[in-house]
T-cell receptor
Framework: RKEVEQDPGPFNVPEGATVAFNCTYS??????FFWYRQDCRKEPKLLMS?????NEDGRFTAQLNRASQYISLLIRDSKLSDSATYLC????????????WGLGTSLAVNP | NAGVTQTPKFRILKIGQSMTLQCTQD?????MYWYRQDPGMGLKLIYY???????DKGEVPNGYNVSRSTTEDFPLRLELAAPSQTSVYFC?????????????FGQGTRLTVV
């Protein structure tokens, strides 16, 4: 089992749609969780950290479920500019202090 | 606001040549990483460093070497380039010790080995 797993997609949605991505992680001792966004041929950039209580940033909502070991990202009112790959990232200080990256979920928002 | 700077942005190498990918950061981060990303694939960790003088192997270290003589610089060396090393290389840094694990990336180096 991979340490961090994501549905690769692609997710094709119309503008204005709500779309949700899930990510599962295998190490129950993982401490920090993040969603990154990567545009085509560009470097990844932090979208948002994921907190235990859940957090929201505009149209984006992130949730953490430690019991089931998954995190989610919800995008409301999708925009064309949301088209990108979304990477789930997990950090565990015991894992030689490395960030563990999912392979990413591809989103295409269509007009 | 330089952040993480990688050079060069593009390079074509012939099989068997060697080169060094440069990476420098001005955020005084302890942690630095080198990743490769093949087309349509995820990031794979090549090497990482938790501070000056300390480096360790990631998932795919074969064919590469690194050094970390200063906090700012983390060059990646390719010896005897092979077509399998054709990829996009990203350098990143983060500062876990301050409780902020956001990783900042350079713009990438697109390497083709022919």
């Amino acid at each position: 089992r991979k340490e961090v797993e994501q549905d690769p997609g692609p997710f094709n949605v119309p503008e204005g749609a709500t779309v949700a991505f899930n990510c599962t992680y295998s190490n129950s001792a993982s401490q920090s969780f993040f969603w990154y966004r990567q545009d085509c041929r560009k470097e990844p950039k932090l979208l948002m950290s994921v907190y235990s209580s859940g957090n929201e940033d505009g149209r984006f909502t992130a949730q953490l479920n430690r019991a089931s070991q998954y995190i989610s990202l919800l995008i409301r009112d999708s925009k064309l500019s949301d088209s990108a790959t979304y990477l789930c990232v997990v950090y565990n200080a015991g894992n030689n202090r490395k960030l563990i990256w999912g392979l990413g979920t591809s989103l295409a928002v269509n007009p | 606001n330089a952040g993480v700077t990688q050079t060069p942005k593009f390079r074509i190498l012939k099989i068997g040549q060697s080169m060094t990918l440069q990476c420098t950061q001005d955020m005084n981060h302890n942690y630095m990483y080198w990743y490769r990303q093949d087309p349509g694939m995820g990031l794979k960790l090549i090497y990482y460093s938790v501070g000056a003088g300390i480096t360790d192997k990631g998932e795919v270290p074969n064919g590469y070497n690194v050094s970390r003589s200063t906090t700012e610089d983390f060059p990646l060396r390719l010896e005897l380039a092979a077509p399998s090393q054709t990829s996009v290389y990203f350098c990143a840094s983060s500062d876990r010790d301050r409780g902020n694990t956001e990783a900042f990336f350079g713009q990438g180096t697109r390497l083709t080995v022919v």
